[in-house]
């Protein structure tokens, strides 16, 4: 479907790495924006590519009764959070502005959505495609629309800057999604789809509790060029302002 919308030690060991992996995220922040991992790094061992495919599998695999993309207030926050190191935030798809409050655990880093296609076997035009033709698919879907891609990301104020700079591909993966998905409108089969997803996101290191503000928009107008006859092939993604009120503790 093509879709818009991320160890062990030995005794004795233990505490040397542990803090060597402290230092080590604490020494990530990248050169445009303090506080967030840099795009080519791997926060807690996984790239940003492949945080953006855990992202959307948890948010397809939930319901669409108790999707966290859909809710309106945040009440569904939390359900499906069962990464130790990672929080996900949703976004929405054509929806009016949002208001979600929120509480989640310390010590955790936020996966923070700006942008996102994906295409996999669950549409039948894709099926049967190589992994590489999933992928053009879905970045063809990302790319800056001709009318342009407008992003912006301020957490507690501050605009976070260079979004652009934050783009990056999921290796292929394996997506499910379950009866009463949130793509039942788009007579998706409940079922397990390989699947390749391409887009914006910014992971941000963990917040000091306490209360916070994260505010998301996205446009990427993909409407006919006017005195044009040419059919635009990116992503319609357009939503109005994704508030986030969280608190950390």
């Not at 967030?36 to 807690?44: A, E, G, Q, R, T």
């Not at 079922?191 to 992971?203: A, E, H, L, R």
């Amino acid at each position: 479907m093509i879709m818009s919308l991320i160890g062990f030690y030995f005794v004795g060991f233990a505490i040397f790495a542990v803090i060597l992996s402290i230092c080590a995220t604490s020494a990530l922040s990248d050169e445009y924006n303090a506080g967030v991992y840099p795009v080519d790094s791997k926060p807690f061992g996984h790239s940003y590519g492949e945080w953006s495919g855990n992202w959307w599998k948890w948010f397809s695999l939930i319901p669409l009764n108790m999707n966290p993309t859909t809710d309106q207030h945040g009440e569904n926050c939390n359900v499906g959070q069962n990464d130790p190191n990672m929080f996900f935030l949703g976004l929405t798809q054509g929806e009016p502005s949002v208001d979600r409050t929120c509480t989640m655990p310390a010590g955790k880093s936020i996966f923070i959505p700006l942008l996102a296609n994906n295409c996999d076997y669950s549409e039948v035009s894709q099926k049967g495609k190589t992994n590489d033709e999933l992928a053009a698919c879905a970045k063809e879907l990302s790319d800056p629309s001709p009318r342009g891609l407008v992003m912006s990301l301020v957490i507690d104020g501050k605009p976070v800057s260079n979004l652009e700079h934050y783009r990056s591909e999921s290796p292929p993966f394996n997506v499910t999604y379950p009866e009463n998905s949130i793509y039942q409108k788009e007579n998706v089969t409940a079922g397990t789809y390989p699947s390749v997803v391409n887009g914006y996101f910014v992971i941000h290191e963990p917040l000091p509790t306490g209360l916070h503000e994260i505010t998301i928009v996205a446009k990427n107008d993909c409407l006919p060029i006017p005195k044009k006859n040419t059919q635009p092939t990116c992503g319609h993604t357009i939503h109005d302002p994704v508030n986030y009120h969280l608190t950390v503790k």
